[in-house]
């Protein structure tokens, strides 16, 4: 665990250094893009957040079913709350907020892992085209690695990183604080873990998963 004190004190360093929020060269991003499409991740490359969401609303469907994970990234830029409150979508989100935890667990497990289409985002990505997302419930993982027949990552390219060692270090040193603080002042907690770690090397259904890398610093 993680806690709030700790996870602040690294964060300050994180901010002086600057360390794993850099914007990588242009031929980075694209070495990545390439890499991840030849993975059979559908990878797009994009200037900004702006431009990121209209990526996501040309791609749902009206009336499609979507579940938003938990993504600072998709806050930020307007897609969570579009979403979930416009009402031009099938919010699973929305639906769980309305459902008992007690009586209705296994319920809501069942639609947080399988719905039409499961949006969030991921903690690295790796030059040679793998992707790695860390959770501490792990109740993104399901609907990603196979639940959902749909997926669309938004990611911030401040999370290409050079192999998967380092996207470990990058999750441990940047992800993990930040997420720490935030769900600390969200929930109440202690901190956070790197409890469940997900790292996917490809995907054996063409189209299934797309990747818009966006050209800003985004999310942990």
Same mark, same amino acid.
């Given at each position: 665990?993680l806690?709030?004190i ?5 964060v300050e ?7 794993w ?7 980075v991003?694209?070495?990545a893009a390439k890499a991840l /499409?030849?993975?059979?991740f *559908?990878a797009?490359?994009?200037? =900004? @957040?702006? &431009?990121?969401?209209?990526? $996501?609303?040309e ?6 079913e ?6 600072r990234?998709?806050?930020t830029i307007?897609?969570t709350s579009?979403?979930n409150?416009s009402g031009k ?8 907020k ?13 639609m947080?892992a399988?719905?039409?289409?499961a ?15 860390? /959770?501490?419930s792990?109740? *993104?993982?399901p609907?990603?690695a =196979? @639940?959902? &027949?749909?997926?669309i990552? $938004?990611v911030?390219v401040?999370?290409?990183?050079k192999?998967i060692?380092?996207g470990?270090?990058r ?6 604080p930040?997420e720490?603080?935030r769900a ?5 907690t202690?901190g956070?873990n790197?409890?469940?770690l997900l ?7 063409p ?14």
């Amino acid at each position: 665990m993680l806690n709030y004190i700790q996870a602040q004190k690294q964060v300050e360093e994180l901010e002086k250094s600057g360390k794993w929020a850099t914007i990588p060269a242009d031929d980075v991003i694209e070495k990545a893009a390439k890499a991840l /499409s030849a993975n059979n991740f *559908q990878a797009e490359i994009v200037e =900004n @957040g702006i &431009k990121a969401k209209e990526r $996501v609303f040309e791609i749902l469907p009206d009336g499609a079913e979507v579940m938003v994970m938990t993504s600072r990234t998709l806050d930020t830029i307007g897609v969570t709350s579009q979403i979930n409150e416009s009402g031009k979508y099938n919010s699973v989100k929305s639906k769980l907020k309305t459902m008992d935890r007690v009586t209705q667990e296994l319920e809501m497990l069942k639609m947080g892992a399988a719905a039409e289409y499961a949006i969030g985002s991921v903690h690295a990505v790796t030059q040679d085209g793998h992707v790695m997302i860390a /959770s501490n419930s792990g109740s *993104q993982l399901p609907g990603y690695a =196979n @639940g959902s &027949k749909n997926v669309i990552w $938004v990611v911030g390219v401040q999370k290409i990183v050079k192999d998967i060692d380092a996207g470990f270090r990058r999750i441990n040193e940047r992800s993990l604080p930040l997420e720490a603080i935030r769900a600390h002042e969200a929930y109440g907690t202690e901190g956070s873990n790197v409890s469940k770690l997900l790292i996917m090397n490809r995907e054996n259904k063409p189209g299934r998963i797309r990747v818009i890398l966006v050209k800003e610093v985004l999310g942990f």
